[in-house]
Nanobody, 124 residues
Framework: QAQLVESGGGLVQAGGSLRLSCAAS????????MGWFRQAPGKEREFVSA????????LYADSVKGRFTISRDNAKSTVYLQMNSLKPEDTAVYYC?????????????????WGQGTQVTVSS
């Protein structure tokens, strides 16, 4: 059974940094493109970033471009999201997701597996 477990969330002041990790098990990690999404209270889930199987292709939401960096380590079956220059509007539960197709996508419905999420809170 595929499982995705996020970690690294927490409380940080505006301007600070956090690195989220998502460890995958029960699937051939290198065969999956990966994505990060987030959901703030009272809002719909939104796309944050995605990375293809070999880590060469990436995609970012405009709201995080230049501040967040997605990466992966296929040997560790882990995808990361480095978040710098955090803003209060980045506060949300962050989810990682796995997609068996090789290309990156912003569409949540195209992902096959989801993690439970990790809370990120940015104080002003």
């Amino acid at each position: 059974q595929a499982q995705l477990v996020e970690s690294g969330g927490g409380l940080v002041q505006a301007g600070g940094s956090l690195r989220l990790s998502c460890a995958a098990s029960g699937l051939t990690f290198s065969s999956y493109s990966m994505g990060w999404f987030r959901q703030a209270p009272g809002k719909e889930r939104e796309f944050v970033s995605a990375i293809n199987r070999n880590g060469v292709g990436t995609l970012y939401a405009d709201s995080v471009k230049g501040r967040f960096t997605i990466s992966r380590d296929n040997a560790k079956s882990t995808v990361y999201l480095q978040m710098n220059s955090l803003k209060p509007e980045d506060t949300a539960v962050y989810y990682c997701a796995a997609r068996v197709w090789p290309t990156v996508t912003r569409n949540g419905y195209e992902y096959d597996y989801w993690g439970q999420g990790t809370q990120v809170t940015v104080s002003s």
